[in-house]
């Protein structure tokens, strides 16, 4: 699929981008090159692959989940204006 000069142009106006008249047939040449790239990637046949969040065949390391401060939450609260069962209330904003 080859884009249009007319096309790129309507690109390049919405996303801010100014593009000489001597850049023009350069960019679109390049862009068309990548759509058509595009296209012959959508032919290749994936329904033996299965999808993936990572190239690499591997778990996350991860650390432990354990504490190291004590809770302190009644310390802080002192301070608070509202206290409820352990949540700060918040006068309503919304209605």
């Given at each position: 699929?080859?884009?249009?000069?007319?096309?790129?142009?309507?690109?390049?106006?919405?996303?801010r981008l100014e593009?000489?008249?001597?850049?023009?047939?350069?960019?679109?040449?390049?862009?068309?090159?990548?759509?058509?790239?595009?296209?012959?990637?959508?032919?290749?046949?994936?329904?033996?692959?299965?999808p993936m969040a990572?190239?690499?065949?591997?778990?996350?390391?991860?650390?432990?989940?354990?504490?190291?401060?004590?809770?302190?939450?009644?310390?802080?609260q002192v301070n608070?204006?509202?206290?409820?069962?352990?949540?700060?209330?918040?006068?309503?904003?919304?209605?």
């Amino acid at each position: 699929m080859s884009l249009t000069k007319q096309e790129v142009e309507s690109v390049a106006r919405l996303a801010r981008l100014e593009i000489t008249e001597g850049e023009i047939g350069r960019v679109v040449e390049k862009l068309s090159s990548i759509i058509d790239f595009v296209d012959q990637l959508q032919t290749a046949n994936t329904d033996d692959v299965m999808p993936m969040a990572h190239p690499l065949d591997m778990g996350q390391r991860l650390r432990t989940d354990e504490i190291f401060e004590a809770d302190q939450r009644n310390r802080y609260q002192v301070n608070a204006p509202e206290v409820e069962a352990g949540l700060y209330l918040v006068p309503k904003v919304i209605e």
